[in-house]
Antibody
Framework: QMQLQESGPGLVKPSETLSLTCTVS????????WSWIRQPPGKTLEWIGY???????NYNPSLKSRATISVDTSKKKFSLKLSSVTAADTAVYYC?????????????WGQGTLVTVSS | DIQMTQFPSTLSASVGDRVTITCRAS??????LAWYQQKPGKAPKLLIY???SLQTGVPSRFSGSGSGTEFTLTISSLQPDDFATYYC?????FGQGTKLEIK
């Protein structure tokens, strides 16, 4: 069974860069899309962006080019960097397998990690 | 950008009830739509994809239908484990969620 696990700091200072990593196990990382999705407390889900194993990426325009997603297929990890964070970036961050090529859905999710932006 | 509107935002029901949640897209661009169930402190769980395909392992009391701009999720007979928040999703956009509460 495929499993995803997010890791990274739970507290980031305003104006700094948020960095998270997702480790994929129980299945291949190649030939799939992988997304980051976040959920501010009490709010709905917001897609951040995806990466394909070739390295091609696409991001939510609302993040105004602050997000960067990268992948290391040899380690079965993909990562998110979000620069110039503010309190509005406080959220639970999820990584997920993205099946936009097969039906446009997210079928496997990490457990999520809460990132708080505060000085 | 596409907008996804779910209604109702809150639904009170009893065990054994049949319930329906609706999701409306601001424009008709795809027949693909997914539904998720989320419980407090947990990641969303995929229930339905491609509007009506049941994800492996999901009970058959869950069903999805619709096309164009209007889609529905139906739970045929509510079980205690079904009280949660439900989200629809199309492309990269999620609905605001429907909280299903015990009456």
């Amino acid at each position: 069974q495929m499993q995803l696990q997010e890791s990274g700091p739970g507290l980031v200072k305003p104006s700094e860069t948020l960095s998270l990593t997702c480790t994929v196990s129980g299945g291949p990382i190649r030939s799939f899309y992988w997304s980051w999705i976040r959920q501010p407390p009490g709010k709905t889900l917001e897609w951040i962006g995806y990466i394909y194993d070739s390295g091609s990426t696409n991001y939510n325009p609302s993040l105004k080019s602050r997000a960067t997603i990268s992948v290391d297929t040899s380690k079965k990890k993909f990562s998110l960097k979000l620069s110039s964070v503010t309190a509005a970036d406080t959220a639970v961050y999820y990584c997920a397998r993205d099946r936009r090529d097969y039906g446009d859905y997210f079928d496997f999710w990490g457990q999520g990690t809460l990132v708080t932006v505060s000085s | 950008d596409i907008q996804m509107t779910q209604f109702p935002s809150t639904l009170s029901a009893s065990v054994g009830d049949r319930v329906t949640i609706t999701c409306r897209a601001s424009q008709s661009t795809s027949s693909w739509l997914a539904w998720y169930q989320q419980k407090p402190g947990k990641a969303p769980k995929l229930l339905i994809y491609r509007a009506s395909s049941l994800q492996t392992g999901v009970p058959s009391r869950f069903s999805g239908s619709g096309s164009g701009t209007e889609f529905t999720l139906t739970i045929s007979s509510l079980q205690p484990d079904d009280f949660a928040t439900y989200y629809c999703q199309q492309y990269n956009t999620f609905g605001q969620g429907t909280k299903l509460e015990i009456k």
